[in-house]
């Protein structure tokens, strides 16, 4: 069975500190790994995406890395904001098939003023 | 501007009602999903459409149905809503399946409460 797993589950930061998310996932092969953002409350909105041939893909202040061999990638935050304040959501997408996505449980950021 | 939008945003039900979740979006996607989200799982995909008059089951289909007439909606009907129904429901929709250009756009969601 496809697995993401996600961590931390929960993470408290100060504001303009960095910090690092994990994801380790099962999915293989895989089509591609997106990182989403969720607010309380919203739904989710797409941070990045990476096919199985990218390293790393940046998207202001978020910039997540991806190593197919181990299975891992994560998503780094730079200068953290109090609106960062989110679950980040891990979801991978197998090839073939059907594609349909496997969602990681999330990590939920709490940044502090 | 394009948009997916759901409705209600929130409900109130009894068990044994049917339930209607209405889902629109406006970019002319193909692809149209269903999910659930709960404390403690991810989300958990209920069903999807590709096209009109497509629809197939997720990993948590049962009790759920969807009928997709046309690309701009996929309703989901809950024939007999149950207590373990209780939860938020998220639509999303997505221009291509996998590859690079496989993005899914949410909507803002709805919280069903089935009492």
């Known amino acids: 069975k496809n697995q993401v797993e996600q961590s931390p589950q929960s993470l408290i930061i100060l504001e303009g500190k960095n910090c690092t998310l994990q994801c380790n996932y099962t999915v293989s092969p895989f089509s591609n790994l997106r990182w989403y953002k969720q607010d309380t409350g919203r739904g989710p909105v797409s941070l990045t995406i990476m096919t199985f041939s990218e390293n790393t893909k940046s998207n202001g202040r978020y910039t997540a890395t991806l190593d197919a061999d181990t299975k891992q990638s994560s998503l780094h935050i730079t200068a953290s904001q109090l609106s960062d304040s989110a679950s980040y959501i891990c979801?991978?997408?197998?090839?073939?098939?059907?594609?349909?996505?496997?969602f990681g449980r999330g990590t939920s950021l709490i940044v502090h003023p | 501007d394009a948009e997916i939008t759901q409705s209600p945003r929130h409900k109130i039900t009894e068990t044994g009602r049917q339930v209607t979740l209405a889902c629109h979006q406006t970019w002319n996607h193909n692809n149209m999903f269903w999910y659930r989200q709960d404390l403690g799982h991810g989300l958990r995909l209920i069903h999807y459409s590709y096209g009109v008059q497509d629809t197939n089951k997720g990993e948590v289909s049962d009790g759920y149905s969807v009928s997709r007439s046309n690309t701009e909606d996929l309703p989901l009907t809950l024939e007999s809503a149950a207590s373990s129904q209780t939860s938020v429901y998220f639509c999303?929709?997505?221009?291509?399946?996998?590859?690079?250009?496989?993005?899914?756009?949410f909507g803002p969601g709805t919280r069903l409460t089935v009492l």
């Open positions: 979801v991978v997408t197998p090839s073939g098939g059907s594609y349909i996505p496997t």
């Open positions: 999303a929709s997505s221009v291509l399946a996998g590859g690079p250009e496989d993005t899914q756009y």
